[in-house]
């Protein structure tokens, strides 16, 4: 395959992903509202009982189970763990394209983090101007925990890679 080719089938993954991740922050909180399937699971007892001393402030709101109750609550968790995993694997996805360019481990590492915490100052600032969502710093800290994960994780995968395949001779 010539390096035109390569080039642009390593590109597809991350561009499709990021068109995700930009489409899904620009539906509502009313699209994504999984708490009605939260109600259906039916454990509201189990949450208050094991979750009901924790209390903390995000952004500039009180999360516990009594103030969201245990449906939001435990929502407010799904939510800002699909922030780090939408971006782990976005620098996953970038990581493996940018090592596909034969750039070495630590460019396509710093490249990687700053493609994706670019790409989430600008997600969570692009929200600012939607009606029904909001914008905030505490969220690029959490994109920026996830893509620092996935390079990690891609670190490791390339250097496992790399230890199987033998040297030229």
């Known amino acids: 395959m010539d390096k035109k080719k390569r ?5 597809v993954p991350p561009l499709i992903w990021g068109l995700i991740i930009a489409l899904s922050s620009s539906m509502s909180y009313g699209d994504q509202d999984i708490r009605p399937y939260l109600a259906n699971v039916g454990r509201e007892h189990w949450i208050v009982e094991w979750f009901g001393w924790v209390r903390f402030t995000y952004g500039s709101s009180v999360v516990s189970v009594d103030y969201l109750g245990p449906y939001t609550f435990i929502e407010f ?12 694997i976005l620098s996953f996805l970038l990581y493996r394209m940018f090592k596909g360019m034969n750039l070495r ?9 700053s493609v994706s915490i670019g790409f989430a100052s600008i997600d969570e600032f692009r929200q600012y ?18 893509a620092i994960f ?9 250097r496992k890679k790399n230890k199987r395949t033998p040297p030229y001779t």
């Open 105 to 113: 481990s630590w460019v396509s590492a710093i490249v990687t983090l």
């Open 150 to 158: 996935g390079v990690f994780i891609s670190w490791m995968v390339y």
């Open 7 to 11: 080039v642009i089938l390593l590109m």
């Open 77 to 88: 968790f799904i939510r800002k763990g699909a922030h780090v995993v939408a971006f782990a």
């Open 129 to 146: 101007f939607h009606l029904d969502r909001t914008g905030m710093w505490q969220d690029v800290v959490l994109d920026t925990v996830g």
